[in-house]
């Protein structure tokens, strides 16, 4: 799958350092020859001696040790490349190359690169979280870097969270889709956020306002983006169903979370989804402890939330924004009601008092409306081909309707 591949791999210093020793392993058997730079911190880990033993061919480590003397290395491993990986990408290199700091064999010949370069980060979750390693990333976002983004689970450090590299299996399947010159799917390489379920926004600790949304439409609008080729990141409120493969998974509770939440994928994205019924009220005040029944009725205050919709539409840049409204009556006029006020560039709209679809159905009745003026009104059927059938469209037509 990988022949004729040329991959440079930028190894900086994490513990993460042995799972790219099995990445190198795992794109060297699908063909594809692997060149290896390190920092000195990632030889803390790791002897150069295994990635060499894995990729057969010699190990960078110094700036300054030229092994050619026809050629500068940095520079000839830069142009040699036809993808250069970071991984695992510490906070340190991410907050170097996001300001041009060029004082290493990686970080230098990652400025002089022309070639794609992907970032595959690995740390502590609480720095992974840190205000400026985000903005860090959303920067290189912005400049064309490529994330790929860390799993959750269990970090060396002893925290559970997000942190963990990327499994090498998924980043070389990541890495062939790049490659694949026959590869059709309309969103390969895309990035799309997807969310999906209710909202649940808490009253006190045994209480709480939500809605019946049991997430199988999202669910299914995140199979269907990633059949479809995209990288896939889905937002879910609480729900009972189980994840689709191949999807990265993010679990939040409230409208508050799920803004949070979106809003720290957006910049590198290039669509969104919505499909969650978000709450559009919360209790004005979440009672720490369990509401006494007292006589008589009891009226309880609700503030606003966030709509996170408006608020993807006012900061859009290059995303194509998929909403999806939920109507009882005139939809479709209330559907482009949204459209237009949001800033969508499609929505969903789906009447849920109809028979055929709405929340919890497996099967949903719905009319597609995209600012360019398409309307078109699908008969009831599966969500999960439904889904299909509405990301196909929006991906032959989505740069034409931005
Ligand atoms: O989950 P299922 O059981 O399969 O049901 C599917 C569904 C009916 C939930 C789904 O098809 C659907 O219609 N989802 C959107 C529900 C909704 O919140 O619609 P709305 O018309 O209230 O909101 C319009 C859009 O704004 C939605 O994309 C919503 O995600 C978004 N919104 C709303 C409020 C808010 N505070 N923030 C938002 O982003």
Redesign the pocket.
């Known amino acids: 799958m990988l022949a004729n591949k040329k991959i440079l791999l930028c190894v900086t210093g994490g513990i993460a350092v042995y799972k790219a020793v099995a990445l190198v392993s795992k794109l060297s058997q699908a063909g594809a020859d692997v060149k290896v730079v390190m920092t000195e911190s990632a030889r803390e880990f790791v002897q150069p001696l295994s990635f060499q033993v894995m990729s057969h061919n010699d190990v960078y480590t110094d700036t300054f040790d030229e092994k050619d003397s026809a050629v500068i290395a940095h520079i000839d491993l830069a142009d040699w490349a036809d993808l250069i990986i970071v991984a695992p990408a510490t906070a340190n290199v991410i907050g170097k190359l996001a300001n041009g700091i060029a004082d290493d064999m990686v970080t230098t010949l990652l400025l002089a690169a022309t070639s794609p370069v992907w970032i595959a980060p690995a740390m502590n979750v609480h720095m992974y979280e840190h205000p400026a390693v985000l903005r860090n990333i959303d920067r290189l976002s912005r400049d064309g870097y490529r994330f790929i983004e860390p799993s959750e689970g269990f970090l060396a450090c002893g925290y559970v969270g997000k942190g963990r590299l990327e499994e090498p299996e998924r980043i070389t399947e990541l890495v062939g889709r790049f490659f694949g010159q026959h590869d059709d799917r309309p969103l390969l390489g895309k990035k799309v956020i997807v969310?999906?379920?209710p909202t649940l926004e808490r009253i006190d600790p045994v209480r709480y306002i939500s809605n019946?949304?049991?997430?199988?439409?999202?669910y299914a609008m995140a199979e269907a983006a990633a059949a479809l080729g995209a990288d896939v990141v889905l937002i879910s409120g609480p729900v009972a169903i189980d994840p689709p493969a191949g999807v990265h998974i993010e679990h939040v509770e409230s409208?508050a979370q799920m803004l949070d939440a979106v809003l720290a994928h957006y910049g590198s994205a290039d669509y969104v989804v919505?499909?969650?019924?978000?709450?559009?009220y919360r209790p004005k005040a979440a009672h720490p402890h369990k509401m006494k029944k007292k006589e008589g009725d009891s009226v309880l205050e609700l503030e606003r939330?966030?709509?996170?919709?408006?608020t993807l539409g006012e900061q859009k840049t290059h995303q194509c924004l998929i909403?999806?409204?939920?109507?009882t009556n005139d939809a479709v006029a209330y559907g482009k009601g949204?459209l237009q006020s949001?800033n969508l560039d499609w929505i969903?709209v789906?009447d849920?008092t109809d028979p055929g679809g709405?929340?919890?159905?497996d099967s949903?009745v719905v009319t597609l409306i995209g600012k360019d003026g398409t309307e078109r009104t699908f008969p009831a059927m599966e969500?999960k081909r439904l889904a299909g059938e509405l990301l196909a469209l929006i991906a032959a037509k989505g740069s034409d309707a931005q």
């Open positions: 969310t999906a379920g019946f949304s049991s997430g199988k439409m999202g409208a919505k499909s969650a019924a978000v709450a559009d939330t966030t709509d996170i919709l408006k909403g999806f409204a939920a109507e949204k949001k969903v789906n849920v709405g929340f919890g159905s949903n969500k």
